[in-house]
């Protein structure tokens, strides 16, 4: 099985989009109103891709591993405040330690985080997570 990263996106219809940045030559997406659709839909256009090879008698690419794929999921920014909509964008920033207006540009597309910027946020939000997992009534 070969692991493949898909990233988890808004879509401009407010639906969700789903892409493989590291597959090159074949055009692999997902798209749904819903995570679930969207995660269901890639793995429909996955197994229309293959039925397109054998039916032309074409050999698969190799990227495509025969289908033989394990989706690694992964959002970026407007896929996470999408489906993390509770989520107050500047509560969030000031909690990581982050510019709240740019942690909102992130959220929009207006502006890119770096590589750096982005695990910054991913172990902000991990870290508020470990202390909600304490959090008892």
Do not use: W
């Amino acid at each position: 099985m070969k692991k493949m990263v898909a990233v988890i996106e808004r879509a401009s219809d407010g639906g969700y989009g789903i892409h493989c940045p590291d597959l090159t030559g074949v055009a692999l997406y997902g798209y749904g109103l819903t995570e679930k659709e969207a995660k269901d839909n890639l793995q429909e256009n996955l197994e229309s891709i293959l039925e397109y090879y054998e039916e032309e008698n074409k050999p698969v690419p190799e990227v495509l591993n025969k289908g033989k794929i394990e989706f690694e999921y992964k959002y970026d920014f407007s896929g996470f405040f999408k489906t993390y909509s509770f989520f107050n964008v500047s509560e969030l920033a000031t909690e990581i330690g982050i510019n709240s207006s740019l942690l909102r540009k992130y959220k929009n597309g207006l502006a890119f985080a770096s590589k750096e910027q982005r695990k910054k946020i991913e172990a902000g939000i991990h870290s508020i997570s470990k202390k909600l997992s304490t959090v008892q009534f």
